[in-house]
């Protein structure tokens, strides 16, 4: 018969190696974890017609890091949108930044975007345009390369609001063109 208690008393005495040992493992265990990690990138873009201002009112929300990562190599120098230097300069470049990769073309026609200004949200940044002199939308073609040229794997959220009825859809790099019909 199995005598336990021969098992239970007689303990295996714990070296300094075997210590070791196992702190290496536990650690080779929780830094291998790391590696698996799969970022997440995400930007949002809401659209809201005002009927009375004849405008469609835009927010764009992206990650304070993403944006001043893309900004820097864009604009090859360093940007702190959280504490700018010169606030006109950070508006400028974002402004660029976003004209030449968010486009809108409402009931055919190409649309011009105006810069409003942005700012801090937490770890985001939110980026406020317009289109004035607007009629009512029937149709929105967007495309939307945020991030796409410095984040592979960017995602595009847009939520779009006309008259009350909302739509949303996603764009994932490399694709860009979202489609509603109102």
């Not at 835009?58 to 959280?82: G, H, M, P, R």
């Not at 486009?103 to 406020?128: D, P, R």
């Amino acid at each position: 018969m199995l005598n336990l208690n021969y098992f239970i008393k007689k303990k295996p005495k714990n070296t300094l190696a075997v210590k070791f040992a196992f702190l290496f493992l536990g650690l080779l265990l929780c830094s291998s974890f790391n590696k698996y990690k799969h970022p997440f990138y995400l930007s949002v873009i809401d659209a809201n017609y005002k009927a009375k201002e004849q405008a469609l009112e835009i927010s764009v929300k992206l990650f304070t890091n993403d944006l001043e990562d893309a900004l820097k190599k864009t604009n090859k120098q360093k940007v702190d949108l959280l504490n700018p230097r010169n606030k006109a300069e950070c508006d400028s470049a974002i402004y660029r930044y976003i004209n030449k990769r968010l486009h809108f073309t409402i009931n055919s026609q190409k649309q011009k975007l105006h810069y409003i200004g942005y700012e801090k949200e937490e770890a985001a940044i939110w980026v406020y345009l317009e289109i004035n002199k607007l009629q009512t939308p029937k149709k929105i073609n967007v495309d939307t390369k945020l991030l796409y040229d410095f984040l592979p794997q960017e995602m595009n959220i847009l939520h779009c609001e006309i008259n009350g009825v909302k739509k949303s859809s996603k764009v994932t790099n490399p694709d860009t063109t979202i489609k509603f019909d109102f």
